[in-house]
Structures are given as C-alpha cells and as structure tokens.
C-alpha cells in the first residue's frame, strides 16, 4: 500500500512551480538545483541534479524533472539587449531521460515545446483558467491523461514578456505563484535561477499530479491483490 502522502524528488527544481501543484494534489516534495534557490516552498537541497538521485533515488516513489530549458528557447541570448554575461546552456534533456529510464521509477519530464520530448500532454495556463500563455510539454514512463481540461484560449491574457504595464505583480498573479517575489529573481552569475519566468504555473503539475496519485494507488492495489 503506498504511503499517505507519497514523497516525489523535485529535479531542477527552480522556485517551485511544479512543487507546488504537486504538494496540492497530495505529494510531499524535495526539491534539488544546483543553485541556491531561497523562494522554494518546500524541502531544498543544493546540489547537482543527477549526482543527487543516483545515490539517493530509493527514498522516493516519483521523480519530476524540469531540465534548463533555455537551450530550446526561441529567443537568442541577448533577449533584444546587451548583455555583459553570456553562458552557454547545458543540453540536460537526454542525461536526465537517460538516468530517470534506467531507475524505472514513475516520472514526468517537463520542458519547452520546441524541446525533443516523447510526450503527447502539452499544456498552456489559459486550459486552467489562468490569464498567461505558456505551453509546455509533458512525458512521462506511466499513462499520462488523454484529455486536458479545456482547449487554449489565448484572448484576454497577460503578456509578461512585451508590451506595456507589465509587473512582477501582474505575472505573479496570471499563473499563480504568489510566492517568489520578483520577475528579476534569477542571477546566473550570482548563481540564483529560480525567478518567475522560469516557473510554470501549479495548475498544470496539480492536474498531472492527481492523476500520477491514482496511478500510484491502482498500481498498489493490484500488487496486493495478487
């Protein structure tokens, strides 16, 4: 029988968007970055992600994985300014699968749609009601749902990357993650990652997350019923 709350590791874990809506579908979280990450809601470990779970997978009943995504991104490193540190951005997409298959633990990998990714869930904030476009594709080694809530309706919505009156404020409250305190919260260079560009709404890992919890169930009841 699985536990209560089952635990799920936190990979590349950000400021914890994800954390967040899989707390809310019943997980307990730990979180692992390998930058500081003081706005994480939850259990937080510095460290490099994929040294971690090695020694320490066995602990955990899931794992979700959310690798730097910037190497897909449509935008060019400059963003349309100067900028006086360029990094270039480590491709963790396929080490990360790699690790995540060979374990054989439920996960769910989350990154850009322009991203090589195996998965057919692709979810935007306006399914969930939020006022923010921002799609991002999901898959996972166990039956992900078929079906998402509602189809994209991207009238009406937030823009926080142009246009004018943008906020911190505005894009805190469009995909719902009131708390990481700032759009200009992440410092490469000071080794802070986790800002509000960078964080996916919870609304799209709550839904993910409450199906995972019934995979997780059915999967131990069919054990103990053998």
């Known amino acids: 029988m699985i536990k209560n709350k089952p635990l799920l ?12 809506g899989y707390s809310r579908a019943g997980f307990d979280i730990i979180g692992v970055d390998i930058n500081r990450q003081p706005n994480y809601p939850f259990e937080f470990i510095q460290e490099d992600a994929l040294s971690y779970i090695g020694h320490n997978y066995s602990k ?8 730097p995504c910037q190497a ?8 349309g300014r100067s900028r006086t540190y360029h990094y270039d951005h480590p491709d963790l997409l396929e080490p990360t699968r790699n690790v995540l298959t060979e374990i054989g633990l439920p996960y769910v990998i989350e990154n850009l749609p322009e991203a090589p990714m195996k998965g057919s869930l692709t979810l935007c904030g306006t399914m969930f009601g939020l006022k923010i476009i921002k799609h991002r594709v999901f898959e996972a080694n166990w039956p992900l749902p078929f079906f998402v809530p509602i189809s994209c309706n ?3 919505t937030y823009n926080p990357w142009k246009g004018q009156g943008r906020s911190a404020e505005k894009l805190r409250e469009a995909q719902g993650t009131p708390w990481i305190p700032s759009s200009g919260g992440a410092s490469r260079k000071e080794g802070r990652t986790g800002d509000l560009f ?3 709404p919870p609304a799209y890992t709550q839904f993910i997350g409450e199906y995972l919890i019934k995979y997780l169930k059915e999967k131990s009841d069919s054990v103990l019923s053998r």
């Open 9 to 20: 590791l936190d990979l590349y874990c950000g400021a914890g968007g994800s954390a967040m």
């Open 198 to 200: 960078n964080a996916i």
């Open 154 to 156: 991207h009238t009406d």
């Open 60 to 67: 955990f009943d899931v794992i979700h994985a959310s690798p």
């Open 72 to 79: 897909y991104t449509r935008k060019n490193y400059n963003w």
